[in-house]
């Protein structure tokens, strides 16, 4: 009598359901929430290099030697910095030269302010992101840094005396995708097998939740995968465009293309095209989360019987 079975002792925990409260904003980077890119603008002209000579010799892999894009730039970025050798850190403090797209970076705190007191009692929250081809290392030593949550964007490896080597990482414009699923499963960490199942109830960011925000085809992959999972996208120009090309992207993406609903240039100042849309896309995600809320409560009170 003595022997007793507790099963609950023996018994998984059961997995327990995401709260699914936060927004998650991402964004490219280059011709997204920068005019320019962010080689051109930091590193070529501190390391001397003639921006022309560096796209047509990382486009003459691609072309005759059948590089992917993202591995032939950073190529031909490793060979022209050859003789330099720069630390990460290095890269680093090159970052701060970086300069954005009006409102930004200002806009990261002031999006805040889209959610409602109710919103903010039920704990509903945005996060940031960026996902870009472009080099991490730039963008973790920028004004950015601070206001997102995590940046995801190509890497260099460092020698025993912390130079630069080999790529360490690199996002293609296919592989994005790959970081928007690490967004919605909460797996933000390189070592964590996103391809891992998971069941939709316990991803921290439901699709329904996110907003992407790019520029033209690069960022197709990623606009598909928003408009085929329920997600928002928006598609930015750069408006002080004279040949208009920025913007013609956009036309397309939205007109034969169908990729994405909105497109509008890359203001992000209060009361800007863009801003609007953003802050509507937060306050209509943030309230369908507080009416999912409500429902959950009102299913889970039982009323008192009634005499």
Known sequence: S??????????????MASLQTTIGIIYDYDQTLSPTYMQDETLFPHFGINAEQFWKKSRELVDSQGYDGEL?????????????????????????????YPGVPDFFEELNQSLTDQHRLLGIKIEHYIVSSGLKILLDGSEIAPHVKRIFGCEFGEDADGHITFPKRVISHTT?????????????????????????????????????????????PCFTLMKRYGGHAVAVYNAKEKNRSSFRKCYQLSGHA?????????????GSHLRLLLEEMVSDIAD????????????????????
């Open 72 to 100: 032939a730039y950073l190529k031909t970025m490793l060979e022209y910095l050859a003789l330099d050798r720069p630390t990460n850190d290095e890269l680093k403090a090159l970052g701060t030269k970086l300069k954005f």
């Open 176 to 220: 994005k995708t790959q970081y928007l699923f690490r967004i919605n499963k909460g797996m933000l960490e390189p070592h964590e097998d996103v391809n891992d199942h998971m069941e939709p109830e316990l991803r921290p960011i439901p699709f329904p939740h996110m907003i992407y925000v790019g520029d033209g085809p690069t960022d197709v």
């Open 2 to 15: 003595s022997f007793v079975i507790r099963h609950s002792s023996f018994a998984p925990p059961l997995p």
């Open 258 to 270: 169908e990729r994405v609903k909105h497109i509008a240039p890359a203001d992000y100042t209060p």
């Open 288 to 307: 369908s989360i507080l009416r999912r809320k409500r429902q959950e409560i009102d299913d889970g009170t039982i009323s008192a019987p009634h005499f």
